[in-house]
């Protein structure tokens, strides 16, 4: 099976605390993947999640890294046409002005599982003909001229 890497990351607190739209997006993610692995398994692409913790010292010089996530080594805002917006959160976050994905008038605080699924499928439709291709083990897109890089 080739890998179909998924990155998530988000601020946990030294209390193990994180705010209300990282815990919902954790929720959609998990939501996600087996049904991603169901989707994707006749193709022989393994879906793997790989998540990270914000500390929070970290978090204050830069809370826009929070709750984001990339599939195949790119943005979920890039596979989406997304912009990145703010706005100020809760709880964890001390008021943090956090990060907000924006598609057309639409703005998501929590990123919702039909958004993950779109750009997992995007990302893994873009890759077959390219891990094919090139006999790849997993799933990363190479820089060039619709990559971003």
Same mark, same amino acid.
């Given at each position: 099976?080739?890998? %179909?890497?998924? /990155? ?8 193990? =605390? ?17 049904? /991603?692995? =169901? ?37 979920? =805002? ?18 943090? =002005?956090?990060?907000? /994905? ?25 890759? %077959? ?21």
């Amino acid at each position: 099976m080739k890998a %179909l890497n998924i /990155l998530w990351q988000r601020l946990v607190t030294p209390e193990g =605390e994180t705010c209300e739209r990282c815990g919902g997006t954790q929720d959609a993610i998990v939501q996600a993947i087996p049904k /991603l692995q =169901e989707a994707l398994r006749p193709l022989g692409i393994e879906p793997v999640l790989e998540t990270r913790e914000i500390a929070l010292d970290a978090f204050k010089g830069m809370p826009s890294e929070s709750n984001r996530i990339w599939i195949a080594g790119r943005s979920i =805002e890039d596979w989406l046409n997304a912009g990145v917006g703010k706005s100020t959160c809760c709880s964890a976050c001390g008021g943090a =002005e956090c990060r907000t /994905l924006e598609i057309g008038n639409e703005r998501f605080e929590t990123i919702p599982e039909q958004l993950i699924l779109k750009a997992a499928l995007l990302a893994a439709s873009q890759a %077959l003909s390219a891990a094919s291709d090139e006999g790849a083990d997993s799933v990363e897109m190479k820089p060039g001229c619709c990559s971003g890089g």
